[in-house]
């Protein structure tokens, strides 16, 4: 199983940002993907997941922001940020859910500027 994910990079609150994760090893039309993020002196929590069908689940703090969406055909899951907050700075990841590989992708990391 692989993660590989993508479209981080520094950005000022407000502004939009789509965080990107291409998936192998895994059997996309069965398997819920979640978003971690690891913050600054915290541990990888995760912020999102959606199921195979689409389903969403997301924490309070990015609820109405962030919106996770997947294209099983292209093995990729996304991450639509929109208003980010300078506490939504951290490293993402993504992985399955509720059980994640212990094979974790590099992250791709979003610095979030006031």
């Known amino acids: 199983v692989e993660f590989v994910e993508s479209g981080g990079g520094l950005v000022q609150a407000g502004e939009s940002l789509r965080l990107s994760c291409v998936v192998s090893?895994?059997?996309?039309?069965?398997?819920?993907l979640a978003w971690f993020r690891r913050g600054v002196g915290e541990e990888r929590d995760m912020v999102a997941n959606i199921t195979a069908d689409g389903r969403t689940y997301y924490i309070d703090s990015v609820k109405g922001r962030f919106t996770a969406s997947r294209d099983n055909a292209k093995k990729t899951i996304y991450l639509q940020m929109k208003n980010p907050k300078p506490e939504d700075t951290g490293l993402y990841f993504c992985?399955?859910?509720?059980?994640?590989?212990?094979?974790w992708g590099q992250g791709t990391q979003v610095p979030v500027t006031p």
């Open positions: 090893g895994i059997i996309m039309e069965i398997q819920t």
């Open positions: 992985n399955g859910y509720p059980w994640q590989s212990a094979g």
